[in-house]
């Protein structure tokens, strides 16, 4: 993917509304990263700096740039608010209205209700997990126990049965 992701930024190296970039989240990009919620490699984000969407498109070249040649340009925001529905003008005039105290405040509250959605999902999944090796050992246990209780022993009489029925042949 590098290489188109390379190939990409050169195509709008000269634009002044699109940036095609890259970040490594090991070092300088560290902070960038945690605070986009970036936790796997590469994550492809788009939008507006301050609410970044995450790119869900394919990952070669033609499928980058066909998404970059419809989606990165000017969009609806407090910045180009002629771009906006008159919905979206109406909310963004209700932000912009509020005090900042009481934006941060809903802001704060809609992002600790988006990182509870991520904390159930992870313990859910810990959950699964824990319960996938409960029954895995359960499963395994009990086949050994029946394996155990004579199955293989089962097993030969038959085929020796059978093999003096059917005049000495052995039958699989």
Known sequence: MKPDWDKLAKQFAGSDSQLIADVDC???GEDLCEQH???GFPTLKWGDPADLQDYEGGRDYASLLAFADENLKPQCSPANIDLCDDEKKAEIAKYMAMKVEDLEEQIEEKEEALAKIDSDFEQFIE??????E??????????????KSGLGLMKAVRAAMAAKEGGGK???
């Open 134 to 147: 409960e029954m895995m050992e359960k499963n395994q246990e009990e086949k050994e126990a029946i394996k």
């Open 26 to 28: 090991t070092e300088d």
């Open 127 to 132: 959950g699964l997990q824990k319960s996938y």
């Open 170 to 172: 052995d039958e699989l």
């Open 37 to 39: 919620g970036i936790e």
